[in-house]
């Protein structure tokens, strides 16, 4: 089984700082992808990376970057966090599937 | 431009009767489309693909492309059935994101 791994479940942060939002995954693949996902909103797609060094903007970039420096990690960076950014945050890697790590649910106070 | 519309927010059935969650789509070209559950407090998983016409914990889904709809379906809802619902597609190549609907809550009542 494919292994998505986001670093924390749970984090606050403070408006203005700079965030970042881990994830790793075991199974060599070349395709990842950061979500967001809020109620009622369904999953939005934020960046995307098809290989090492590659991004994608994908729906609603505004306020977040990334950064792919190695195949099995992917990173979000929240430049200068926002109260509306509070979300859940959803990492995914895929071949012929594509397959979800567990969330960070995110509060920026 | 593609798009999932599924159409209910939420859906309260009782436990025995039978369940279809609305999925429409629209998309340039032929898509492959997908069935992601959320169960409490898991992670997003993977249900069903149309490709494979298989049925997972009993539910069914076919791919209608004169009417764009990939509706999922169930004869008979479980209690363990209630969870969060995603319909999602992207393109056949395989290397697009998914795009996804804005997600249906079944719950079943006992």
């Known amino acids: 089984d494919v292994k998505v791994t986001q670093s924390s479940r749970y984090l606050v942060k403070r408006t203005g700082e700079k965030v970042f939002l881990e994830c790793v995954q075991d199974m060599d693949h070349e395709n990842m992808f950061w979500y967001r996902q809020d109620p009622g909103l369904g999953l939005r797609l934020i960046y995307f990376?098809?290989?090492?060094?590659?991004?994608e903007k994908g729906d609603i970039p505004e306020g977040y970057s990334v950064s792919r420096e190695k195949k099995e990690r992917f990173s979000l960076i929240l430049e200068s966090a926002s109260t509306n950014q509070t979300s859940m945050y959803l990492c995914?890697?895929?071949?012929?599937?594509?397959?979800f790590g567990d969330g960070t649910r995110l509060s920026i106070l | 431009a593609q798009r999932v519309t599924q159409p209910e927010k939420l859906l309260s059935v009782f436990k025995g009767a039978p369940v279809e969650l609305k999925c429409n789509y629209s998309y340039s070209g032929s898509p492959e489309l997908f069935w992601y559950v959320q169960y409490s407090r898991q992670r997003l998983q993977l249900l069903l693909r149309?490709?494979s016409r298989e049925s997972i914990k009993g539910f069914t889904a076919d791919l209608n492309k004169g009417e764009t709809s990939f509706h999922l379906k169930k004869p008979f809802a479980q209690e363990e059935d209630s969870a969060m619902y995603y319909c999602?597609?992207?393109?056949?190549?395989?290397?697009?994101?998914?795009?996804f609907g804005k997600g249906t809550r079944l719950s079943v009542i006992a």
């Open positions: 990376s098809y290989d090492v060094k590659m991004k």
């Open positions: 999602a597609l992207r393109s056949w190549a395989g290397n697009t994101p998914l795009v």
């Open positions: 995914a890697s895929s071949s012929a599937t594509v397959d």
């Open positions: 149309h490709i």
